[in-house]
């Protein structure tokens, strides 16, 4: 089955799920999509995770608890959110090659650095043999993708990354990854009674905002 793959470098969750890869079934092919997730935030006129005090707390603790758990080498950088733009344009730059966009990953969430640092990103894009990588990520091809995905993610529906696409199924967090493999295994789990009742509830009441 075709996947379509909508994540950004901020979310350590993103990273996490991209350890998982190979717990997908044979023959899967995946299309990997970065996207820049504050902008499908705003779309969505919502805050993230890290712009609630509390829950950005709990979120990080959380995180960690899940990396432990899986057994998922996980450091957070020293400040976060951090901007992501750079490193989301350089995974578009070499063609979100998915050794590649690994690199970026565990450079963020293994070593715990942050890659809008000037040292630090140019560490990244020697260790990954990039030459002339601010006139690479400049190109306006680069940029138009980027906000090209971003508007992927939005006719799909998606409204936080990581999420799987499979066709009109949406399958969010690093925490879904087994109810997508199961699905990869049987694409009926989504479609019994109970799965079709409850995918078209109503609400029985609307709260003001």
């Known amino acids: 089955m075709k996947l379509d793959w909508y994540f950004d470098f901020v979310s350590p969750f993103s990273y996490l799920q991209l350890e998982r890869f190979d717990r997908l079934p044979a023959g899967t092919e995946v299309t990997l999509k970065p996207i ?43 400040a976060h959110p951090f ?73 799909a529906g998606v409204f936080g990354v990581p999420t799987f696409a499979a066709g009109n199924d949406l399958f969010w967090g690093f925490d879904a990854t087994p109810m997508l493999i199961a699905y990869l295994n049987d694409a009926g789990v989504l479609n019994t009674d109970e799965m079709l009742r409850i995918s078209q509830l109503p609400a029985a009441v609307e709260r003001k905002v």
């Open 36 to 78: 820049l997730f504050g902008a499908l935030l705003k779309h969505l006129n919502q805050r993230g995770p890290a712009e609630i005090p509390h829950k950005r707390e709990f979120t990080y603790k959380h995180v960690q608890w899940q990396a432990d758990q899986a057994g998922i080498p996980l450091r957070f950088p020293p």
């Open 83 to 155: 901007n992501p733009v750079r490193a989301l344009r350089l995974a578009i730059a070499l063609g979100n090659d998915i050794g590649a966009v690994r690199a970026i990953f565990r450079f963020i969430w293994q070593q715990g650095r942050l890659p809008d640092e000037p040292e630090n990103w140019q560490a990244l894009t020697k260790a990954l043999g990039v030459h002339d990588a601010e006139g690479r990520i400049a190109q306006q091809s680069v940029k138009d993708r980027l906000r090209q995905n971003g508007e992927d993610a939005k006719a």
